[in-house]
């Protein structure tokens, strides 16, 4: 076949009646299924670019195939009024639209797979001559090692007998490889099995292949190396996108992409409460939230940050994805849950240790004002009692002498008597506060002890005192002359707790430690809290004509004779305090 010009096959029908019409009919059609594998190829590819910069689009070609198409098939038509003369014009005619496509045209045998006939687009093609590639077989247009690939290919679309279209490469006279879009149909003419095949160079659309399928690669690698989750949604709220650390935060082999969101993540049938996402598409602003889930990787349950952000359309600024940014924040909530328990610590141990130098600073005060009272309580007890014990004689004298006296002067005898012992009390207080006598201490009977006491003070008319003492009390081990002054105070400042009367109740019942508890409660004003805090202070009192002594030395006393002293009291409900001394079998060690 080198060494011979192969003869057109057209010819034998050419020199038959009708026969050039025969011809014209097969080119057309063969040429009309090429133009809809172009046209299908177009659509099937829709995101390669068809054009460039010095070339008009290449669907004009297929444009000009359906014209020639068109105009073949419309000769046939118009046959009856053709002569052979005007076919064969005709057919010179086709062969210059034939030689100009845009595309490459092969015509071979399908027995053999000699190439009969090509273009000008195919010699360009191949870089060859048209003289040079009539003298070629069908699979040395391939690159070496490829043609028992093509060459079934070649005779599976003449056994089938159908249009095929694929993609393929072929080599050039110079070396290089070109790849091409293959549309191939077999036709048989005057008995001879024939293919056209149209070849387009797409190294063009290769080329943006390649490049989109490495940015897609990069794309995904940029996605893959964030150790943080990144999902991207469409306005349907569908999953498109997701990366590597997303997926892990699922089951493996879990679908998520083409789901809805909250179907994928969820296994919601609809949106979740509050969805991030749906407000970044609604409002176009990012949104963010934070929430407890399930991270799918056998770790439990974790704290987890949903950051969302819009992806705008530059055209009409709307809002065609949504970014979804999560991220796992366990450890920073557990940070900031271990610094607030911290915080908390140490605002607690500040406050103790805040209360503690309070006290210590109320101690120091107490020791610094008792110092002061230890200088000046021997002067000043000394100084005073003498002239009260003066004072107290001379009155006892006139009110012998004054038997017959009026009334007025009687009244007031007594007056200046019962201020001279409220002196005499207070002098008392202030030697006892700074200086407690040992106690000396004798088997006492409660009951004859708080009927001494209660004899020694004055009750105003207006007040109601209910003793309820408990038979069979048994003794107490103490000193009953401090034990009577630590009562005698007591009572007096229930009295004084009560200027318009009210009831006084002193109960003595023994207690299961083996201590007798002997409560002295009043009806009076009662007192605050802060001034229970600092009732027992050296020189604290509330009241006009007192100096804060009496309860101090109730304290020390009943602390000397192995007692206690407890206060319940409320504002405008009244004050009782509960004095706990040993009896004769001595407290219990538990």
């Given at each position: 076949m080198s060494g011979m010009k192969p003869e057109n096959p057209f010819s034998p029908i050419l020199?038959?009646?009708?026969?050039?019409?025969?011809?014209?009919?097969?080119?057309?059609?063969?040429?009309?299924?090429?133009?809809?594998?172009?046209?299908?190829?177009?659509?099937?590819?829709?995101?390669?670019?068809?054009?460039?910069?010095e070339h008009l689009i290449?669907?004009?070609?297929?444009?000009?195939?359906?014209?020639?198409?068109?105009?073949?098939?419309?000769?046939?038509?118009?046959?009856?009024?053709?002569?052979?003369?005007?076919?064969?014009?005709?057919?010179?005619?086709?062969?210059?639209?034939?030689?100009?496509?845009?595309?490459?045209?092969?015509l071979a045998d399908a027995a053999t797979g000699a190439i009969l006939e090509t273009n000008l687009k195919g010699a360009q093609l191949l870089g060859r001559s048209r003289a040079e590639i009539?003298?070629?077989?069908?699979?040395?247009?391939?690159?070496?090692?490829?043609?028992?690939?093509?060459?079934?290919?070649?005779?599976?679309?003449?056994?089938?007998?159908?249009?095929?279209?694929?993609?393929?490469?072929?080599?050039?006279?110079?070396?290089?490889?070109?790849?091409?879009?293959?549309?191939?149909?077999?036709?048989?003419?005057?008995?001879?099995?024939?293919?056209?095949?149209l070849f387009r160079d797409i190294t063009d659309r290769k080329k943006a292949e390649t490049l989109l399928i490495e940015k897609e690669k990069f794309l995904s690698d940029i996605l893959d190396s964030i150790q943080d989750g990144i999902s991207i949604l469409n306005p349907d709220m569908e999953v498109v996108r997701i990366n590597r650390a997303m997926q892990g935060y699922f089951p493996a082999g879990r679908p998520l992409v083409g789901r809805k969101c909250f179907a994928a993540y969820h296994d919601r049938t609809e949106p979740c409460v509050a969805c991030p996402s749906l407000g970044t598409f609604q409002s176009?602003?990012?949104?963010?939230?934070?929430?407890?889930?399930?991270?799918?990787?056998?770790?439990?349950?974790a704290w987890l940050e949903l950051s969302?952000?819009?992806?705008?359309?530059?055209?009409?600024?709307?809002?065609?994805?949504?970014?979804?940014?999560?991220?796992?924040?366990?450890?920073?909530?557990?940070?900031?849950?271990?610094?607030?328990?911290?915080?908390?610590?140490?605002?607690?141990?500040?406050?103790?240790?805040?209360?503690?130098?309070?006290?210590?600073?109320?101690?120091?005060?107490?020791?610094?004002?008792?110092?002061?009272?230890?200088?000046?309580?021997?002067?000043?007890?000394?100084?005073?009692?003498?002239?009260?014990?003066?004072?107290?004689?001379?009155?006892?004298?006139?009110?012998?002498?004054?038997?017959?006296?009026?009334?007025?002067?009687?009244?007031?005898?007594?007056?200046?008597?019962?201020?001279?012992?409220?002196a005499d009390r207070i002098v008392g207080d202030l030697l006892d506060s700074v200086r407690t006598k040992p106690p000396q201490p004798h088997i006492t009977n409660s009951g004859e002890l708080l009927d001494q006491v209660m004899t020694r003070c004055k009750m105003a008319p207006s007040v109601k005192v209910r003793l309820e003492i408990t038979k069979m009390l048994p003794s107490i081990v103490v000193d009953p002359v401090q034990m009577e002054?630590?009562?005698?105070?007591?009572?007096?400042?229930?009295?004084?707790?009560?200027?318009?009367?009210?009831?006084?109740?002193?109960?003595?019942?023994?207690?299961?430690?083996?201590?007798?508890?002997?409560?002295?409660?009043?009806?009076?004003?009662?007192?605050?809290?802060e001034q229970k805090e600092k009732l027992f202070q050296p020189l604290y009192t509330t009241k006009a004509r007192h100096v804060g002594l009496g309860l101090m030395v109730v304290k020390n006393l009943t602390a000397a004779n192995n007692g206690t002293v407890e206060v319940e009291s409320e504002p405008g409900k009244g004050?009782?305090?509960?004095?706990?001394?040993?009896?004769?079998?001595?407290?219990s060690e538990d």
């Open positions: 020199k038959k009646p009708g026969g050039g019409r025969l011809v014209i009919l097969i080119l057309s059609a063969t040429l009309l299924a090429a133009n809809l594998s172009a046209l299908v190829d177009l659509f099937l590819h829709p995101d390669i670019p068809y054009f460039d910069e290449v669907g004009g070609a297929f444009a000009l195939f359906a014209a020639t198409s068109f105009l073949l098939l419309s000769i046939y038509l118009a046959r009856a009024r053709c002569t052979e003369a005007d076919l064969r014009n005709l057919e010179h005619k086709y062969h210059c639209l034939f030689d100009n496509l845009t595309d490459a045209a092969f009539l003298t070629m077989h069908q699979g040395d247009v391939h690159p070496p090692g490829q043609e028992e690939e093509y060459h079934r290919r070649f005779l599976a679309h003449v056994e089938k007998g159908h249009q095929a279209d694929y993609d393929g490469e072929v080599i050039r006279k110079d070396g290089a490889v070109v790849p091409v879009s293959i549309a191939a149909s077999p036709f048989t003419l005057a008995g001879r099995p024939l293919i056209i095949g176009g602003r990012p949104n963010s939230k934070v929430f407890l889930a399930d991270t799918g990787k056998g770790a439990g349950t969302t952000f819009p992806f705008f359309d530059r055209q009409s600024e709307r809002v065609d994805f949504v970014i979804e940014y999560l991220r796992d924040i366990t450890a920073r909530v557990t940070a900031e849950e271990k610094i607030k328990s911290m915080n908390e610590e140490l605002e607690l141990k500040v406050e103790e240790r805040t209360q503690e130098l309070l006290a210590a600073q109320e101690e120091l005060v107490r020791r610094e004002k008792l110092a002061v009272l230890g200088q000046v309580a021997d002067n000043v007890g000394h100084e005073l009692r003498n002239p009260l014990g003066v004072m107290s004689n001379a009155v006892y004298f006139l009110q012998t002498v004054l038997v017959d006296g009026n009334e007025t002067t009687r009244e007031y005898l007594g007056i200046i008597e019962d201020e001279i012992a409220a002054q630590v009562f005698r105070n007591l009572i007096a400042n229930a009295l004084d707790a009560m200027p318009e009367g009210g009831e006084l109740e002193i109960r003595a019942e023994e207690k299961e430690n083996r201590m007798v508890a002997i409560r002295v409660r009043d009806s009076g004003i009662g007192m605050t809290a004050t009782a305090f509960t004095v706990s001394l040993p009896t004769k079998a001595g407290p």
